[in-house]
């Protein structure tokens, strides 16, 4: 069946580092692939999306390309703040169903 | 409202009795899912509401857990008997559904702010 999974963490960056969490996926298929994003205390908010090969999606300096050919959906940052300290969920949603990673931890310490 | 939303926020019970947690949806949306994440863990798929299809329920932990979706609108999580691995937060996402050509979902889900069950 349909699967996604994540880059395990804790993540810890300095502020300004660059920032690579993996995401590869299992599909059958034509799924779209998302980033959402957790903050202490809150619920998941979607950060961004993908609804086909080679789409790139983008949010507050986020940015993730759907890769059908090596089934991944990387999420990247050039320079991370300490407000992106959260907990990252890779997703995929195929006709009826989601699928949600194990989610990673980032920390960025100033 | 503007976005889903979870009553109550908190919920701090006995084991032994029972809760219910209730999810109002985004206007419209006809697809609506509950979740429970442990404390430092991901998400744990619990059951699915779609327009009036028969729901999913494949998630669910226990026969102690139910759910239901009235209207097709509101849905209440209902916990008999809990027991202390009851205790995280249970979270409730809506979404419309949205088929496209050659089988493409495209939709996504908004997540309540979740309810934080704690069984003592």
């Known amino acids: 069946g349909d699967s996604v999974t994540q880059m395990e963490g804790p993540v810890t960056l300095s502020e300004e580092a660059f920032l690579t969490i993996n995401c590869t996926y299992t599909a059958t298929g034509y799924p779209s692939l998302f980033w959402y994003v957790q903050y202490p205390g809150e619920g998941l908010q979607l950060l961004l999306k993908?609804?086909?090969?080679?789409d790139k999606g983008s949010n507050k300096g986020f940015e993730a390309t759907y890769r059908k050919e090596t089934t991944s959906f990387h999420l990247e940052k050039g320079s991370v703040q300490v407000s992106d300290s959260a907990v990252y969920f890779c997703?995929?949603?195929?006709?009826?169903?989601?699928?949600f990673g194990t989610g990673t931890s980032l920390t960025v310490i100033p | 409202g503007a976005g889903v939303s979870q009553s109550p926020s908190n919920k701090v019970t006995e084991k032994g009795k029972d809760v219910e947690l209730r999810c109002d949806p985004i206007?419209?949306?006809?697809?609506l899912y509950w979740y429970r994440q442990s404390l430092g863990q991901g998400l744990e798929f619990l059951i699915y509401f779609q327009g009036n299809s028969a729901p999913d329920k494949s998630g669910l932990p226990s026969d102690r857990f139910s759910a239901e979706r009235t209207g097709g609108s509101v849905s209440t999580l209902t916990i008999q008997r809990t027991q202390q691995e009851d205790s995280a937060v249970y979270l409730c996402?809506?979404?419309?559904?949205?088929?496209?050509?050659?089988?493409?979902?495209?939709?996504?889900?908004?997540f309540g702010p979740g309810t934080r069950l704690t069984v003592t």
């Open positions: 206007s419209g949306h006809t697809a």
């Open positions: 993908a609804t086909k090969a080679d």
């Open positions: 996402a809506s979404s419309l559904y949205r088929r496209g050509t050659s089988g493409r979902a495209g939709y996504e889900q908004y």
């Open positions: 997703a995929l949603s195929d006709v009826s169903q989601f699928y």
